[in-house]
């Protein structure tokens, strides 16, 4: 069964960091593209990172660029998405999504506020 599960949000000031987790089953996520999205209040869901199948090509949303990093470790079937230099704007909640078959995580939800 194809799964993805998000952690790693929380309450934290701007200008601080996050890690954020995507444990995949069912699938590797190795060999496969993924990408973070994120959800405001009010707002419609966005494109945040994206990784292709080999990792050959990451693209990130121009408001995130030079601060979020997109990763995979693929030992532990594991996405991330680190976060520095944290703005109240980033505040959402967080999804990572596998395009091949539309699967979505439950959602973390990130807070920046002081």
């Known amino acids: 069964q194809v799964q993805l599960v998000e952690s790693g949000g929380g309450l934290v000031q701007p200008g601080g960091s996050l890690r954020l987790s995507c444990v995949a089953s069912?699938?590797?996520?190795?060999?496969?593209?993924m990408s973070w999205y994120r959800q405001a209040p009010g707002k419609e869901r966005e494109l945040v990172a994206s990784?292709?199948?080999?990792?050959?090509?990451?693209n990130y949303a121009e408001s995130v660029k030079g601060r979020f990093t997109i990763s995979r470790n693929n030992r532990e079937n594991t996405m991330y998405l680190q976060m520095n230099s944290l703005k109240p704007e980033d505040t959402a909640v967080y999804y990572c999504?596998?395009?091949?078959?539309?699967?979505w995580g439950q959602g973390t939800q990130v807070t920046v506020s002081s």
């Open positions: 999504y596998r395009p091949r078959g539309g699967t």
């Open positions: 069912g699938f590797r996520v190795s060999i496969e593209a």
């Open positions: 990784i292709s199948s080999f990792g050959d090509s990451i």
